[in-house]
């Protein structure tokens, strides 16, 4: 079955996130209560694996590895740019 699942994220600069595979990120921000998430489209009928997501604010280093943006939020006077 397709559906879209939330993952609460932290603001931190690599974090492993476990969802069905071929997951789609279809939003990256903030929910009505203000913590930051990641929205995907998941299958839930095939099998779990993680996968690493960055989060790197505005004028900060990208990390190498993080090769897709993904979204960008705000948070307070803060601009949050996440990659996989």
């Known amino acids: 079955m397709r559906t879209v699942f939330k993952y609460p994220i932290e603001i931190t600069n690599r974090q492993i ?9 279809r939003h990256v921000g903030l929910d009505p209560s203000g913590q930051p998430c990641v929205w995907a489209e998941v299958d839930t009928d095939l099998p779990p694996e993680p996968w690493t997501l960055h989060i ?12 897709n943006h993904i979204g960008s939020f705000v948070q307070g006077p803060f601009v949050w740019h996440a990659y996989i």
């Open 17 to 25: 996130i476990t969802s069905p595979l071929c997951c789609e990120i």
């Open 56 to 67: 790197t604010g505005t004028g900060h280093p990208i990390p190498q590895e993080a090769t």
